[in-house]
């Protein structure tokens, strides 16, 4: 889709820094659950192991370049905002990865997380300096070139999946659906004077 911006902000301004410190921090903890997820997943699922490991590693590179972002405008990500950001998904994780309910975990990594990352990714790149854009058009092309793993397991195990899949997304949908509402209201509020999030969803 393409987004129409009228005016880019001011990259070294303290309140863009500012704002720039949470959204940074979001896709590197993003990235660093990613990355972490696919390790687990990868001892869960013997025989899919060595992609699995391929994926965590590309989330690692993402995560780097993410980094580099921040440091690139002098900004210091607040990670301990976006590790709460993250908190309940994390848990629900470790709690079904603990459990061995591979289901649970693949729909809170390979779809929702995923899909999140895909959806802010592509909310952020029509504002992002140009750094951070060269950076971020990668990483959402690594995206979806690995978005269907996840898919195409559960749609491969449905029937056998399908009780464990209602109920989790009972639980994580609500979940990241608040997660979305918080992007678009730190979008809202900040020096990004643009559309709110629901209407280019
Ligand atoms: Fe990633
Ligand atoms: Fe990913």
């Given amino acids: 889709m393409q987004l129409t911006v009228n005016s880019l902000p001011d990259f070294q301004s303290e309140t863009y820094k500012d704002a720039y410190s949470r959204i940074n921090a979001i896709v590197i903890e ?45 900004v210091t990500p607040d990670m301990e905002f976006a590790k709460d950001f993250f908190g309940r998904l994390h848990s629900n994780f470790q709690a079904a990865a603990a459990a061995d309910k591979i289901v649970t975990c693949l729909l809170i990594q390979s779809l929702i997380i995923e899909c999140f990352a895909i959806a802010a990714y592509n909310i952020y790149i029509p504002v992002a300096d ?27 195990n449905f029937d056998e999946s399908k009780a464990e899949l209602e109920e989790a997304n009972r639980q994580n949908l609500p979940i990241v659906w608040k997660m979305l509402n918080e992007v678009e209201r730190m979008l809202r509020f900040s020096p990004w004077k643009r559309k709110p999030l629901w209407k280019i969803l």
Avoid at 31 to 55: C, F, W
Avoid at 65 to 73: I, R, S, T, V, W
Avoid at 135 to 150: R, S
């Fill in 30 to 74: 993003g990235e660093q659950e990613a990355y972490d997820n696919y390790i687990q997943l990868a001892a869960m699922l013997p025989q899919q192991k060595d992609e699995l490991i391929k994926l965590s590693k590309m989330e690692n590179r993402h995560m780097k370049g993410f980094q580099a972002c921040g440091k690139n405008l002098a």
């Fill in 130 to 156: 140009d750094f951070a854009r060269k950076i971020t058009e990668g990483v959402v092309k690594d995206e979806y070139m690995h978005l269907n793993f996840g898919e195409e397991w559960l749609k491969a």
